[in-house]
């Protein structure tokens, strides 16, 4: 994001054929903004957290229209893998005993 900064704040500093180079530099940086702080909302909002928006993020196929159908799936995945994790430590605890 850092280097999308840089380079409209470089194509500004250049000339009038810059402007146009750094706003689509400046689109960039505020897309990825956007997308990260709908991650931190996401892992806040969910008692799953991060692990909510690995798996979020590990479907890039979803279309925006199906975002919200994106974000229950990941958060069901998310829940059984810390299910399964859990019941693994719970066998490897008893089997210890």
Do not use: F, P
């Amino acid at each position: 994001m850092l280097d999308h900064i840089q380079e409209a704040q470089e194509c500004l500093k250049r000339n009038d054929e810059g402007y146009e180079k750094a706003t689509q530099e400046m689109e960039a940086a505020e897309a990825l903004l956007l997308n990260r702080q709908k991650m931190i909302k996401l892992a806040d909002r969910s008692e799953l957290g991060w692990s909510v928006v690995e798996e979020y993020k590990a479907d890039e196929l979803a279309d925006n229209s199906e975002d919200e159908k994106k974000i229950v799936r990941a958060e069901k995945e998310a829940e059984r893998k810390a299910l399964k994790r859990k019941k693994r430590r719970m066998d490897e605890q008893s089997t210890e005993e």
